[in-house]
């Protein structure tokens, strides 16, 4: 009789052990699909960001605007000679490109050559933006052109105190709110003419 006893025991602890063991198991494979799941999703968040920072890199190192053509300077009479009174560029977007505002509130223009320098210059008096060809907002889109021309002679305050001279080199900055600086570096001629085509 004690020896039944002993048998039943050990058979009813192998079945609870048996049952301990599927749980435990049970246990393991849902902590460990909670885990996949969590590493997944992350994995996934991460990709995302990853094409994200790549997008805003790309748009930020490629340029929204280029030159549509040559960079034109004008000469004027001045009490010591011909000096340059004007600069004017023909910009567009580049290809692909998301429209760029080209407004005052958003497009910064610089002026820098050996006796002058102007982080930004002054719509209207220092700098006019025109648009050539378009719908006749502010936004440059694709297919269509502006003109942008710096008034040499304003900057420097009239025509007599303008110093740039024949061979000087002159560069200006066209910095949209988006994408990388246009920048426009041209050396003047021997010789100052009323219209110089600097290409």
């Known amino acids: 009789m004690r020896w039944k006893n002993q048998v039943r025991r050990r058979k009813s602890r192998r079945g609870l052990t048996g049952l301990e063991t599927a749980i435990i198991l049970i246990a393991f494979i849902i902590v460990a699909a909670a885990f996949a799941f969590a590493v997944l999703n992350l994995g996934f968040a991460s990709t995302q960001k990853s094409g994200e920072v790549l997008k805003a890199g790309l748009e930020e190192a490629t340029s929204s605007i280029e030159l549509a053509g040559s960079v034109i300077a004008t000469g004027e ?3 010591s000679g011909m000096k ?3 600069i004017t560029l023909y910009v567009k977007t580049a290809v692909g490109k998301r429209p760029v505002d080209l407004s ?3 497009l910064i223009i610089s002026y820098i050559d050996p006796y002058k320098v102007v982080d930004k210059l002054a719509y209207g008096t220092q700098v006019e933006v025109t648009e050539i060809q378009g719908d006749g907002d502010t936004l440059i889109e694709y297919g269509e052109s502006f003109k942008i021309v710096i008034h040499v002679k304003t900057i420097y305050g009239g025509i007599d105190n303008v110093q740039l001279k024949a061979n ?3 560069v200006v900055e066209v910095k949209p709110p988006v994408g990388a600086i246009l920048k426009v570096e041209r050396r003047l001629p021997p010789a100052i003419d ?4 600097l290409a």
């Open 77 to 79: 009479n001045s009490t």
């Open 84 to 86: 340059v009174s004007t």
């Open 104 to 106: 005052n509130e958003t």
């Open 168 to 170: 000087d080199v002159f």
């Open 194 to 197: 009323p219209v110089m085509d």
